[in-house]
């Protein structure tokens, strides 16, 4: 229940991502735009989800980011698969419950995840120019997907407290 909640949440997420691009037009500002998806794939990785089903939550919402965006089949959906696991590996040691943790976590999983997407383009991509032309929108991308993401971060954690199982039905269930 709680993953196909996170995956109608990411899907509407996805769906204001790609209209707050119309809607930012008007600021000449390249890669302003946040990843409202993101924030999102880094609360379950924080939060201690199933690695398969958070793995498998991961692939799907980028699988979905590639279509809805001009991006290579397959490249949001490595790279987000790989932010969840890093994240998760280093959720252990990350207590992201403050909006100050919650900045820092987007803003260093952000620039990650673009080093991993310019490093995806430069080594697959047909054009030798792409990477030069984006690599220049990656810091106002950190910056803006870490500013939308205490947003994002109190948007998730009212999903999971809304599909919280009480410890009766759990036990009944055998988990």
Same mark, same amino acid.
């Given at each position: 229940?709680?993953?196909?909640?996170?995956?109608?949440?990411?899907?509407?997420?996805?769906?204001?991502?790609?209209?707050?691009?119309? +809607?930012? *037009?008007?600021?000449?500002?390249? %890669? &302003?735009?946040?990843?409202?998806? &993101?924030?999102?794939?880094?609360?379950?990785?924080?939060?201690?989800? =199933?690695?398969?089903?958070?793995?498998?939550?991961?692939? +799907?919402?980028?699988?979905?980011?590639?279509?809805? %965006?001009? !991006?290579?089949? %397959?490249?949001?959906?490595?790279?987000?698969?790989?932010?969840?696991?890093?994240?998760?590996?280093?959720?252990?040691?990350?207590?992201?419950?403050? +909006?100050?943790?919650?900045?820092?976590?987007?803003?260093?999983?952000?620039?990650?995840? =673009?080093?991993? +997407?310019? %490093? &995806?383009? *430069?080594?697959?991509?047909?054009?030798?120019?792409?990477?030069?032309?984006?690599?220049?929108?990656?810091?106002?991308?950190?910056? *803006?997907?870490?500013?939308? =993401?205490?947003?994002?971060?109190?948007?998730?954690?009212?999903?999971?407290?809304?599909? !919280?199982? =009480?410890?009766?039905?759990?036990?009944?269930?055998?988990?």
């Amino acid at each position: 229940m709680r993953n196909t909640a996170f995956f109608v949440a990411g899907m509407a997420l996805l769906l204001v991502q790609s209209n707050l691009f119309r +809607v930012l *037009s008007w600021v000449h500002v390249p %890669g &302003l735009i946040p990843s409202l998806v &993101l924030p999102l794939i880094l609360f379950m990785g924080v939060h201690e989800y =199933s690695l398969a089903r958070g793995a498998a939550v991961a692939f +799907v919402l980028g699988y979905a980011t590639d279509l809805v %965006g001009i !991006a290579p089949v %397959g490249l949001y959906t490595f790279t987000y698969v790989a932010i969840f696991v890093l994240v998760r590996a280093a959720g252990v040691r990350l207590a992201a419950q403050t +909006v100050l943790m919650q900045l820092a976590l987007a803003l260093a999983s952000t620039l990650v995840h =673009s080093v991993m +997407v310019l %490093g &995806l383009i *430069s080594i697959f991509g047909r054009d030798a120019y792409v990477p030069r032309a984006i690599y220049p929108m990656a810091l106002p991308h950190a910056l *803006s997907t870490a500013a939308i =993401s205490p947003i994002i971060f109190r948007l998730a954690r009212r999903i999971h407290a809304a599909t !919280a199982t =009480s410890p009766h039905v759990e036990a009944a269930r055998g988990t």
